[in-house]
């Protein structure tokens, strides 16, 4: 007997529709790739970094590829003594380049994004609905769009993919009856191989030994052994793991003692309190990108600043007060943190009554919104000790936060599956049904004119309007003097 009774025996014996499913990924796979091609900038706006790797960065793998190959599989310094231990995901990525164009390459990553979570979703579910509205929601994510402008974060996409499996081998394994270790072995590395990855693999190891724990009480309070024990077990090898490579990447932190740098952490300030409020700033403004991701622009950062501009705003002020009126631009600048704070309890809220529904029922099927219910509040941990900068006043690096995006969209598309069950009455369950598609669409659509603005408004590259094309046309290209200064290209 399987410990999901989600999973009984008969569901997961049911046929699988190849046919069917190969339909929707399809589907899923040309919906992606419209809204990326629709949503990419034109080529005269690409900066230095966008779609492929810093010049720094290429030389250093460039050396190792041709001459001492084996040395990419230890950290590498990606620059500004900024260490980087990701080989499968360098290798992968250097080969996919060095064979294609970078739009080509994006399209690629983001494909293989889409169609794995639809893969997994659907393998354990059977359920065309839950893995089109999932396949649907990552298609037209935002989340990413900073690989447009910063290529390593488009290579996200395809870590993504590798944790898909990560997740289905670790999935399978809590869901099925055989004792064989071959499973535990196969647990064990395929979260090997996905540290070796990307180090984004650390914000999802966390949260699921978190999942693990909390599996593990549960099963000790309803008396089931077998995913007790299994429970266990999943902890534990992903600790071991964690515990291993934490070591190991500790021998190249300088990034995160180095006094300013990017990746400075708080434990360096002078004043506890200093330390205390970054990281609880941090926290809420990762937690606000996460469920802003499925919103609409204008519900997640000031409309004002994003549509009719700082100079408008100023102008508007009639020369008042002179001195300070850059304080208004700040103002709208900041004003997100009010829906912040609204969005934030709310969800802290739906994550309290999930756990209560999940320890007040003997069906591990009530377990499963609570596993995404933890991704989505421990999937940034990694960033929260990291000193605040002001690349993070405006909250548009929503990559940073992708775990947690992408356990909050599996959460999504769960409730939207399960509605008949949880709807307390008609109403809620058609008006949830008819919102989510349409705040999704609104999403795609209004959230690269939002980012654009926030990331100018930092001093960061922005992301194209995928309205770009109803604007004015490419721009006569400007010859250059010859001793004109170089521009630093700034990511």
């Known amino acids: 007997m399987r410990p999901f009774g989600f999973y009984d025996a008969g569901r997961w014996r049911t046929k699988f529709e190849w046919r069917t499913f190969i339909a929707l990924v399809t589907i899923l796979v040309v919906t992606n790739i419209g809204y990326r091609w629709l949503a990419m900038p034109p080529e005269y706006e690409w900066g230095p970094l966008s779609f492929v ?50 739009a080509t390459v994006y399209f690629i990553f983001t ?14 579910t059977r359920s065309l609905l839950f893995t089109a509205v999932l396949g649907f929601m990552v298609s037209l994510s935002t989340s990413l769009n900073y690989g447009m402008v910063y290529g390593m974060a488009s290579t996200i996409h395809l870590f993504l993919a590798f944790a898909a499996i990560t997740a289905f081998v670790s999935i399978r394994y809590l869901t099925h009856a055989s004792t064989s270790y071959k499973w535990v072995a196969g647990l064990v590395l395929s979260w090997i191989f996905l540290a070796l990855c990307f180090e984004f693999w650390v914000n999802l190891a966390i949260p699921t030994i978190l999942s693990a724990i909390l599996i593990h009480v549960w099963a000790r309070r309803t008396d089931h052994a077998d995913l007790r024990k299994r429970s266990a077990i999943v902890a534990l090898s992903v600790f071991g793991v964690l515990l291993v490579y934490i070591a190991a990447r500790l021998q190249f932190a300088g990034q995160h003692v180095m006094h300013g740098h990017e990746n400075e952490m708080v434990f360096s300030y002078d004043h506890l309190l200093l330390a205390v409020e970054d990281m609880f700033i941090n926290y809420l403004t990762y937690l606000h990108m996460v469920i802003t991701s499925i919103l609409p622009g204008f519900l997640s950062f000031s409309p004002s600043y994003t549509y009719i501009g700082p100079e408008t705003i100023l102008a508007g002020q009639n020369g008042y007060h002179s001195l300070k009126t850059d304080l208004v631009i700040f103002s709208h600048l900041t004003s997100w943190r009010f829906l912040a704070g609204a969005y934030c309890v709310g969800f802290l809220m739906l994550s309290y009554r999930i756990l209560i529904s999940a320890f007040s029922s003997r069906s591990a099927n009530a377990l499963i919104p609570l596993v995404f219910v933890i991704i989505v509040l421990a999937g940034f941990v990694t960033y929260i000790p990291i000193k605040m900068r002001p690349m993070h006043l405006t909250a548009m690096l929503g990559y940073k936060a992708i775990i947690s995006s992408s356990g909050f969209l599996i959460l999504i598309a769960w409730l939207f599956y ?38 100018e408004a930092v001093g960061l590259g922005s992301v194209s309007d995928p309205f770009w094309w109803l604007g004015d046309p490419a721009p006569e290209p400007v010859q250059e003097p010859a001793s004109g200064p170089a521009q630093e290209p700034n990511p």
């Open 418 to 455: 399960t509605a008949p069950a949880w709807a307390k009455s008609e109403f809620i369950r058609k008006a949830f049904i008819i919102v989510l598609p349409c705040f999704v669409v609104l999403a795609a659509f209004t959230r690269p004119a939002v980012e654009r603005a926030g990331l």
């Open 111 to 124: 494909s293989l994004h889409v169609a794995s979570f639809a893969t997994v979703a659907y393998t354990f």
């Open 53 to 102: 790797m810093n010049p720094e960065t290429v030389d250093t793998i460039s050396s190792y590829w041709d001459t001492n190959f084996w040395r990419l599989f230890l950290p590498i310094d990606m620059g500004g003594n900024r260490y980087s231990w990701s080989p499968i995901m360098i290798i992968t990525a250097t080969f996919l380049w060095n064979t294609f164009s970078p």
